[in-house]
């Protein structure tokens, strides 16, 4: 067994599968770390893969498409913000809701779009000098497009923002205790609704990278299941950027195996590794070390009412 | 007075009885989204052939409905006042049958199963013969001598595919293998996408597959590699690289058997032996990546140029063996099939013993791999 093969392969299609699954986690931990769950993930995230290929076919260029999809996707989260952080609705229920509202509409609104490939796909980015190293080339530098770096610098500035600025301290707090922040003089409603809309933009993208590079076509359903595989990864990453990076790219290279090792290990059993390994580091995260729980934003999941406890 | 009342029971009777044996209203009950590009949408595009063609018929349809909540949407369907319900997928199947029974006076037709009933028939467009034409060029295509296959579910629909495709490869190419990856989802774009990777990664450089989206043509063809479409024309998405294909043409079973029923062929008492399994000579089954297109011209002179020794018709190029087989299957009475024997199983079993072909019902249950097949196999006997 030639082991470079195995090592290309499996990380350069790790890099390739886990684009939209690190958008998509980043997204969510900015509005998780603010105290909003948002399930519609799923929903912003095909509305995405749709309008991202629907203008591209029509202006013939991969930018537009990816700019529309962020848009879409921010129009997305927006409803949900203003449904939860404005009329304090259920925020689960909401998710749930724009997750199946998205499927629909992208559904009807793709009618007649499907069977045709895309006319101007985003394309892979051979990077000068460093794609003609040998092995590190063609594992990081010749398959991937402009978004696996992007998605990587994405990250890192994240967590700096989050982590080393005031801003950062602002988001963190609201979603820790928005009464303190609120004393302090935060509009809890404003960090929660600019988190959120954020998080759409990014799962915008996300999506908008399976129909506009990923697979460059249209057809309904296409994410299939994608937007819950994040969910899964926000809670692994610990809420954590830098640590979203592993998460989503561990998990491109487990999907990818799965297929790769067929030949030696049950496909059944195979089909489960990705999905068992998610439920695995959600067992771990609720049971075991209380740093991992101490993670979890303390207001996750509630609506805030000033003068409220 | 009693002249006027015997006229109008006697127009009200006519126009009762004119309605009954005349209007078809049809139901199309889907297991996915229309928008697939796969499955349904063809069964979808059927029905729009049909609607379109006789103004004796109404058509409605209810789309990705779960396969357990089929007898619901049965009964909704017979509230609007359907007289004709078509049911798509194999998991139907007993919920329709449940239903015939409860509404003797609606005809059901199933797609794909074996479960019959006075007024419910079965239908199914196969097409193991054209995976096997498709065979044929995959393995005068191919340079490694690798085939890479992405499978949906190892079921015995998908086994006599996959099983006809690799005698086929291996009648002009005795060592070439077909490797097998399985996605356990009909419709799965990333799943289809991995998968092929997976392959490629394995040294293959022909691909074909049995799933619901055009993903393996797709990725074949971002790395110059030819591919063979199925169930939906998908020369588009590759025109360079879709070497052929197969297609659907359920609107041929439709058309033939809502025609039936108008004319009085069909009723609700004599649809238990009817049972459609439509091949290549019925037009159920097309040759191509694209209406009227059996092969890409692009591939036209690589297999003019593949010539073997066929022991039966001695020294034949592979394009000419491919429409030579074409025409046996097209022939009204059809004079070869795929699994003549005979044929042994990978593990060395006789299947099909020397001059024999086998059953409508072997074909319909089989569970063995073609010698050839290289990857699981779950459910090999």
Same mark, same amino acid.
């Given at each position: 067994?030639?082991?470079?093969?195995?090592?290309?392969?499996?990380?350069?299609?790790?890099?390739? =599968?886990?684009?939209?699954?690190?958008?998509?986690?980043?997204?969510?931990?900015?509005?998780?770390?603010?105290? *909003?769950?948002?399930?519609?993930?799923?929903?912003?995230?095909?509305?995405?893969?749709?309008?991202?290929?629907?203008?591209?076919?029509?202006?013939?260029?991969?930018?537009?498409?990816?700019?529309?999809?962020?848009?879409?996707?921010?129009?997305?989260?927006?409803?949900?913000? =203003?449904?939860?952080?404005?009329?304090?609705?259920?925020?689960?229920?909401?998710?749930?809701?724009?997750?199946?509202?998205?499927?629909?509409?992208?559904?009807?609104?793709?009618?007649?779009?499907?069977?045709?490939? #895309?006319?101007?796909?985003?394309?892979?980015?051979?990077?000068?000098?460093?794609?003609? *190293?040998?092995?590190?080339?063609?594992?990081? =530098?010749?398959?991937?497009?402009?978004?696996?770096?992007?998605?990587?610098?994405?990250?890192?500035?994240?967590?700096?923002?989050?982590?080393?600025?005031?801003?950062?301290?602002?988001?963190?707090?609201?979603?820790?205790?928005?009464?303190?922040?609120?004393?302090?003089?935060?509009?809890?409603?404003?960090?929660?609704?600019?988190?959120?809309?954020?998080?759409?933009?990014?799962?915008?993208?996300?999506?908008?990278?399976?129909?506009?590079?990923?697979?460059? %076509?249209?057809?309904?359903?296409?994410?299939?299941?994608?937007?819950?595989?994040?969910?899964? #990864?926000?809670?692994?990453? %610990?809420?954590?950027?830098?640590?979203?990076?592993?998460?989503?790219?561990?998990?491109?290279?487990?999907?990818?195996?799965?297929?790769?090792?067929?030949?030696?290990?049950?496909?059944?059993?195979?089909?489960?590794?990705?999905? %068992?390994?998610?439920?695995?580091?959600?067992?771990?995260?609720? =049971?075991?070390?209380?740093?991992?729980?101490?993670?979890?934003?303390?207001?996750?999941?509630?609506?805030?009412?000033?003068?409220?406890? | 007075?009693?002249?006027?009342?015997?006229?109008?029971?006697?127009?009200?009777?006519?126009?009762?009885?004119?309605?009954?044996?005349?209007?078809?209203?049809?139901?199309?009950?889907?297991?996915?989204?229309?928008?697939?590009?796969?499955?349904?949408?063809?069964?979808?595009?059927? $029905?729009?052939?049909?609607?379109?063609?006789?103004?004796?018929?109404?058509?409605?349809?209810?789309?990705?409905?779960?396969?357990?909540?089929?007898?619901?949407?049965?009964?909704?369907?017979?509230?609007?006042?359907?007289?004709?319900?078509?049911?798509?997928?194999?998991?139907?199947?007993?919920?329709?049958?449940?239903?015939?029974?409860?509404?003797?006076?609606?005809?059901?037709?199933?797609?794909?199963?074996?479960?019959?009933?006075?007024?419910?028939?079965?239908?199914?467009?196969?097409?193991?013969?054209?995976?096997?034409?498709?065979?044929?060029?995959?393995?005068?295509?191919?340079?490694?001598?690798?085939?890479?296959?992405?499978?949906?579910?190892?079921?015995?629909?998908?086994? $006599?595919?996959?099983?006809?495709?690799?005698?086929?490869? $291996?009648?002009?190419?005795?060592?070439?293998?077909?490797?097998?990856?399985?996605?356990?989802?009909?419709?799965?774009?990333?799943?289809?996408?991995?998968?092929?990777?997976?392959?490629?990664?394995?040294?293959?450089?022909?691909?074909?597959?049995?799933?619901?989206?055009?993903?393996?043509?797709?990725?074949?063809?971002?790395?110059?590699?030819?591919?063979?479409?199925?169930?939906?024309?998908?020369?588009?998405?590759? +025109?360079?690289?879709?070497?052929?294909?197969?297609?659907?043409?359920?609107?041929?079973?439709?058309?033939?058997?809502?025609?039936?029923?108008?004319?009085?062929?069909?009723?609700?008492?004599?649809?238990?032996?009817?049972?459609?399994?439509?091949?290549?000579?019925?037009?159920?089954?097309?040759?191509?990546?694209?209406?009227?297109?059996?092969?890409?011209?692009?591939?036209?002179?690589?297999?003019?140029?593949?010539?073997?020794?066929?022991?039966?018709?001695?020294?034949?190029?592979?394009?000419?063996?491919?429409?030579?087989?074409?025409?046996?299957?097209?022939? +009204?009475?059809?004079?070869?099939? +795929?699994?003549?024997?005979?044929?042994?199983?990978?593990?060395?079993?006789?299947?099909?013993?020397?001059?024999?072909?086998?059953?409508?019902?072997?074909?319909?249950?089989?569970?063995?791999?073609?010698?050839?097949?290289?990857?699981?196999?779950?459910?090999?006997?």
């Amino acid at each position: 067994m030639d082991w470079t093969s195995w090592l290309v392969g499996t990380v350069s299609r790790a890099l390739a =599968f886990g684009v939209p699954l690190l958008w998509g986690t980043l997204g969510e931990i900015y509005a998780e770390r603010s105290g *909003v769950v948002n399930l519609g993930v799923e929903g912003m995230m095909i509305l995405g893969a749709y309008a991202g290929f629907a203008v591209a076919q029509t202006l013939g260029h991969p930018g537009w498409g990816l700019l529309a999809a962020a848009g879409v996707g921010a129009l997305a989260a927006l409803w949900h913000a =203003f449904l939860t952080v404005t009329l304090r609705a259920n925020q689960y229920v909401s998710g749930l809701a724009l997750t199946l509202f998205g499927l629909g509409l992208a559904g009807l609104l793709g009618r007649g779009w499907e069977g045709r490939p #895309l006319r101007a796909p985003l394309g892979a980015v051979a990077v000068p000098v460093l794609s003609d *190293v040998p092995v590190l080339g063609p594992m990081l =530098f010749r398959d991937q497009t402009i978004l696996t770096y992007l998605g990587l610098l994405l990250a890192v500035v994240l967590w700096v923002v989050l982590f080393r600025t005031r801003w950062g301290i602002a988001i963190r707090s609201v979603g820790e205790s928005p009464a303190t922040a609120d004393s302090l003089g935060i509009s809890v409603a404003r960090v929660r609704y600019l988190c959120v809309a954020l998080g759409g933009v990014l799962a915008g993208v996300g999506g908008g990278y399976l129909s506009v590079a990923y697979r460059p %076509a249209w057809t309904e359903g296409m994410t299939a299941g994608m937007g819950w595989i994040v969910i899964a #990864l926000t809670i692994f990453s %610990a809420w954590d950027p830098l640590q979203a990076i592993w998460g989503a790219f561990f998990f491109g290279a487990l999907y990818h195996l799965s297929f790769r090792l067929q030949a030696y290990v049950s496909p059944e059993l195979l089909k489960m590794m990705p999905y %068992a390994f998610a439920i695995l580091v959600l067992a771990a995260s609720g =049971f075991g070390r209380a740093r991992w729980r101490a993670r979890a934003p303390g207001a996750l999941g509630v609506p805030y009412v000033r003068g409220e406890r | 007075m009693r002249k006027l009342a015997i006229f109008v029971m006697a127009l009200a009777l006519v126009g009762v009885l004119g309605l009954g044996a005349q209007r078809i209203k049809a139901g199309f009950i889907y297991v996915g989204p229309i928008g697939d590009y796969g499955w349904t949408h063809a069964h979808d595009v059927a $029905r729009r052939i049909v609607d379109g063609k006789y103004d004796w018929l109404e058509t409605v349809y209810i789309e990705s409905v779960p396969e357990g909540e089929v007898e619901t949407y049965i009964d909704q369907l017979v509230r609007q006042g359907c007289n004709v319900i078509f049911t798509t997928s194999f998991g139907f199947m007993d919920g329709t049958l449940a239903a015939a029974e409860r509404y003797p006076n609606v005809i059901f037709a199933h797609a794909s199963g074996f479960k019959r009933a006075p007024n419910m028939a079965t239908y199914m467009a196969d097409f193991y013969q054209v995976y096997y034409l498709n065979g044929l060029m995959a393995g005068a295509l191919t340079k490694t001598g690798k085939i890479g296959y992405v499978g949906a579910f190892p079921i015995p629909e998908l086994k $006599r595919h996959i099983s006809a495709f690799t005698i086929g490869v $291996r009648e002009v190419n005795p060592t070439a293998t077909v490797h097998v990856r399985w996605i356990y989802e009909w419709y799965n774009p990333a799943a289809a996408k991995e998968a092929t990777e997976a392959l490629i990664a394995e040294g293959c450089d022909v691909f074909a597959f049995t799933e619901d989206s055009p993903t393996v043509v797709q990725v074949a063809a971002e790395r110059k590699f030819p591919s063979f479409a199925h169930y939906s024309p998908m020369y588009a998405f590759a +025109p360079d690289y879709v070497v052929s294909g197969q297609l659907v043409h359920w609107e041929e079973i439709y058309d033939d058997f809502l025609l039936k029923i108008h004319q009085g062929v069909y009723t609700t008492k004599n649809l238990a032996h009817v049972d459609y399994w439509w091949l290549l000579a019925q037009g159920a089954a097309e040759l191509g990546a694209e209406m009227g297109m059996p092969i890409n011209p692009k591939y036209v002179a690589p297999l003019k140029g593949y010539v073997v020794n066929h022991p039966q018709f001695g020294r034949i190029s592979v394009y000419d063996l491919v429409f030579l087989r074409y025409n046996q299957f097209a022939d +009204p009475g059809i004079t070869f099939d +795929p699994f003549e024997g005979p044929i042994y199983d990978r593990k060395g079993v006789l299947r099909v013993p020397a001059g024999m072909w086998m059953s409508y019902e072997s074909l319909i249950t089989m569970e063995w791999a073609a010698a050839g097949i290289v990857g699981p196999w779950p459910g090999e006997p």
